[in-house]
């Protein structure tokens, strides 16, 4: 699972498009962490009102990350590999490229976003071809 070099790397198309699904992915992350942690807080609380407080904000993270979730969902189909054509964020239950990326615990998507995160650059799961968000 080595991450090609960039000299090999080519730009993606409108790479904006990536970079906002980066940003919701972000909200979403936070949204499923922050979920337990104030459903924890609710059921050990004994001041009601407080309870309520936590319950709310628990219920506003569901709310929030459902709708981010379904606005990645419309914004990763229209997100396509120029060169294999694979709808590269969606999920698919198809034999992934031998390039692709994949960390333990997480799905080819979450991988991928990471690898934008923290290496600007990601490699397509279909084809394996490596991409940079920069030019
Ligand atoms: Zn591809």
């Known amino acids: 699972m080595k991450m090609p070099s960039v000299k090999y790397a080519r730009t993606f198309p409108r790479a904006g498009r990536l970079v906002r699904v980066m940003f919701m992915s972000v909200i979403l992350w936070i949204c499923l962490l922050a979920l337990p942690v104030l459903l924890f807080k609710m059921f050990f609380e004994k001041d009601p009102?407080?309870?309520r407080l936590w319950g709310a904000g628990a219920l506003g993270c569901l709310v929030l990350g459902g709708l981010v979730r379904g606005i990645i969902y419309m914004m990763s189909s229209k997100i396509r590999c120029p060169l294999c054509q694979g709808a590269t964020l969606q999920m698919a239950r198809c034999r992934m490229n031998q390039n692709a990326r994949k960390y333990p615990?997480?799905?080819y998507s979450t991988s991928k976003v990471l690898d934008m995160f923290i290496f600007r650059r990601f490699v397509c799961k279909y084809c394996g071809t490596p991409f940079r968000?920069?030019?």
């Open 49 to 51: 009102d407080v309870q």
């Open 105 to 107: 615990l997480l799905s």
């Open 133 to 135: 968000l920069r030019k």
